[in-house]
């Protein structure tokens, strides 16, 4: 007698993905791969809870979105078969010719990549959850845990929230997960709760404190107790590995936007170019001399 079938939990992420007309599984497979190619190696279980999701993702996405997973996974040396020959067969179908035989590992010219941070924040609370759980099924079983917040960073943050002073919440944020100023404040401001929750998670912050939180920082959030408990049962949800890979993916971000626009191309421009800004240059003062030496001859005359 053979034992009844268990679903698979990628099932509830698809069928999710898929409810009330919500269109994520563009983003979702995008993000997927990404985080798919980023680790390497993959265990066993790993590469077919990959390679069953995106194929059944690849059927229902757009060519554009197509094309940017082939780009992805082109330069990924143990890219899943089964993907690529999928991908192939649809670009050839697409395009109403049979596909090369070697166009599996060819590069395709993806379209520019959607932002990460801007998907999340825009996004409503049932995407995000979604693109919370899509996180923790694509991060390994076993990865590095971050260590918790010290206690005191804690406190700090709770007093905060107590006096009602979200920047000073967002100054402490910043440091303690070492994002960007703005990317803190837009957590703080978020009306819909999954930032600080995400936070939360990865200092360790206590659930009663976290509630605290919720009741007092923000008020379009603590308006609403049924509010807070939804957020309050998302953080007993949600793992740490999902919470820490959604704040790694602001810290990447924020290292971005603080890349200097100009790097010098020599090593010492920068060095020229701060002697030349404190060295009066002397064409600079000839005109000064040539003003005294006619001062002088008129007093001679």
Known sequence: MSKPSIPSPLDGLVDLACRDGVEIRPTLLRVLTDLYVQKHPHSAEEEAQYVELALRLIEAVDAPTRKAVAASLAGYANAPVAVLRRLIELAGTAAGAAPAPNAARSA?????????????????????????????????PA?????????????????????????????????????????????????????????????????????????????????????????????????????????????????VAHRPAHEAVHWNDEQRSARAAATPSRHAVAPHRNEKSARFKANDR
């Open 108 to 140: 395709v010219k993806a379209p520019r990549q959607p932002d990460p941070v801007e998907t999340f924040f825009a996004a409503n609370s049932g995407d995000r959850r979604l693109i919370l759980d899509s996180l923790q099924s694509a991060a390994p």
């Open 143 to 255: 990865s590095r845990r971050v260590a918790p917040a010290a206690s005191e960073v804690i406190r700090r943050l709770e007093t905060a929230a107590l006096q009602r002073n979200p920047g000073e919440f967002a100054r402490i944020l910043e440091r303690a997960l070492n994002i960007s100023r703005s990317i803190a404040e837009r957590a703080v401001r978020d009306r819909s709760g999954e930032p600080l929750v995400i936070a939360a998670k990865t200092l360790g912050m206590p659930a009663v404190v976290l509630q605290r939180v919720l009741l007092v920082l923000n008020p379009a959030i603590g308006q609403s107790v049924e509010r807070v408990f939804e957020l309050a049962n998302l953080y007993d949800d949600i793992q740490p590995a999902a919470a820490e890979r959604m704040v790694a993916i602001w810290r990447e971000a924020s290292v």
